[in-house]
């Protein structure tokens, strides 16, 4: 008898209670026709039987184990938020052999993390997001770096926005080299805030989801928020400010050094980017690649490395992020 139907024979359901018994939290658990459990049956090759509280879940042992711990943390999360997504649910799968979602501590790190903005409460998932954030509220300078989809810019600009909540800074400033320009901007139509909009749409659609679209513009008009390309920084010093510098690999070497030293008293820098996706000239060294190597060891900076293993995005995602590093590498040597 193949293994995995001596499984499906053998191995003990899980049965539990998710408690209290909310109609209105078990629905938002389940989802639209039910579409969270099935994918999680999809995904972690289970099935899953409902009866309000009631749950049972069939199938391997240790996938049923994994399905069950899943299925009572989205519940813990109904308390706060009234609709669970197919994102959060695709998370905690990627986290279930984490010890995030280790049944016998309660006190896990990403537990503990919660960033607060007016608008939503977020928590970092998984360990490399969880040690990105404390390293945020501990360091200065603070350098995310790794591939796309891993939270690296989201998280900064939820950090900015709770430390400008909280009165720990006066003002957030949101920064990006326009280098698919060259720093040159005059080819684009529109006035100069149409011509940086689209280099610096992801970080204004961070901050619609967190303080919304009228409190963003308002704060805007007032210069509290400020986003702006990088060429817009030389000869400022910042004091009390969260101050953000986006798509960092396509700085200059120079471009990066005179960010670094506009840093003024009470001011909290973090520069994200990938050094695997520099779009500068042929010749050109990466401003980051460079930071990396001089700054490593410095103290007071803090250096936190995403993989594809920390993609938060599609499942698709991270193995597409995969394909191509042993892509690149195979073909490298």
């Not at 042992?61 to 399905?67: G, I, L």
């Not at 706060?80 to 984490?98: D, M, P, R, W, Y």
């Not at 803090?302 to 892509?327: C, M, N, W």
């Given at each position: 008898?193949?293994?995995?139907?001596?499984?499906?024979?053998?191995?003990?359901?899980?049965?539990?209670?998710?408690?209290?018994?909310?109609?209105?939290?078990?629905?938002?658990?389940?989802?639209?026709?039910?579409?969270?459990?099935?994918?999680?049956?999809?995904?972690?090759?289970?099935?899953?039987?409902?009866?309000?509280?009631?749950?049972?879940?069939?199938?391997?042992?240790?996938?049923?184990?994994?399905?069950?711990?899943?299925?009572?943390?989205?519940?813990?999360?109904?308390?706060?938020?009234?609709?669970?997504?197919?994102?959060?649910?695709?998370?905690?799968?990627?986290?279930?052999?984490?010890?995030?979602?280790?049944?016998?501590?309660?006190?896990?790190?990403?537990?503990?993390?919660?960033?607060?903005?007016?608008?939503?409460?977020?928590?970092?998932?998984?360990?490399?997001?969880?040690?990105?954030?404390?390293?945020?509220?501990?360091?200065?300078?603070?350098?995310?770096?790794?591939?796309?989809?891993?939270?690296?810019?989201?998280?900064?600009?939820?950090?900015?926005?709770?430390?400008?909540?909280?009165?720990?800074?006066?003002?957030?400033?949101?920064?990006?080299?326009?280098?698919?320009?060259?720093?040159?901007?005059?080819?684009?139509?529109?006035?100069?805030s149409q011509k940086v909009d689209p280099y610096l749409r992801p970080l204004?659609?961070?901050?619609?989801?967190?303080?919304?679209?009228?409190?963003?513009?308002?704060?805007?008009?007032?210069?509290?928020?400020?986003?702006?390309?990088?060429?817009?920084?030389?000869?400022?010093?910042?004091?009390?400010?969260?101050?953000?510098?986006?798509?960092?690999?396509?700085?200059?070497?120079?471009?990066?050094?005179?960010?670094?030293?506009?840093?003024?008293?009470?001011?909290?820098?973090?520069?994200?980017?990938?050094?695997?996706?520099?779009?500068?000239?042929?010749?050109?060294?990466?401003?980051?690649?460079?930071?990396?190597?001089?700054?490593?060891?410095?103290?007071?900076?803090?250096?936190?490395?995403?993989?594809?293993?920390?993609?938060?995005?599609?499942?698709?995602?991270?193995?597409?992020?995969?394909?191509?590093?042993?892509?690149?590498?195979?073909?490298?040597?």
């Amino acid at each position: 008898m193949p293994r995995s139907e001596r499984n499906s024979l053998t191995d003990k359901p899980q049965q539990f209670y998710l408690e209290p018994a909310d109609a209105n939290r078990l629905a938002a658990l389940s989802g639209q026709f039910d579409e969270n459990l099935r994918l999680l049956e999809k995904r972690l090759q289970v099935h899953i039987s409902q009866h309000g509280n009631s749950f049972r879940v069939q199938g391997e042992s240790r996938r049923t184990q994994a399905a069950a711990e899943i299925i009572k943390h989205l519940y813990r999360e109904t308390e706060a938020n009234t609709e669970i997504s197919k994102e959060l649910v695709h998370l905690f799968i990627q986290e279930s052999g984490q010890e995030a979602l280790d049944p016998e501590d309660g006190d896990t790190p990403s537990e503990l993390v919660v960033i607060r903005t007016p608008r939503m409460h977020i928590r970092p998932r998984g360990k490399t997001q969880t040690q990105y954030v404390k390293t945020m509220a501990t360091h200065d300078i603070n350098f995310g770096i790794g591939p796309a989809g891993t939270g690296k810019t989201y998280l900064a600009v939820a950090c900015a926005v709770q430390a400008l909540q909280n009165e720990e800074v006066k003002r957030i400033l949101l920064v990006r080299p326009a280098v698919e320009a060259g720093e040159k901007l005059g080819f684009l139509p529109g006035d100069l805030s149409q011509k940086v909009d689209p280099y610096l749409r992801p970080l204004y659609d961070a901050l619609y989801e967190m303080l919304g679209f009228d409190q963003v513009t308002r704060l805007i008009e007032r210069n509290v928020i400020e986003i702006a390309p990088l060429a817009f920084m030389r000869g400022r010093t910042l004091n009390n400010a969260f101050i953000i510098l986006d798509e960092s690999q396509n700085t200059t070497r120079e471009q990066m050094k005179m960010f670094l030293t506009r840093i003024g008293f009470g001011s909290t820098a973090v520069i994200t980017g990938d050094v695997t996706q520099v779009d500068l000239p042929r010749g050109t060294q990466s401003g980051l690649i460079q930071a990396i190597q001089v700054l490593k060891g410095v103290k007071g900076i803090g250096f936190s490395q995403f993989t594809s293993k920390d993609v938060v995005r599609h499942p698709l995602v991270q193995r597409i992020v995969e394909a191509y590093d042993q892509y690149e590498e195979k073909h490298e040597h």
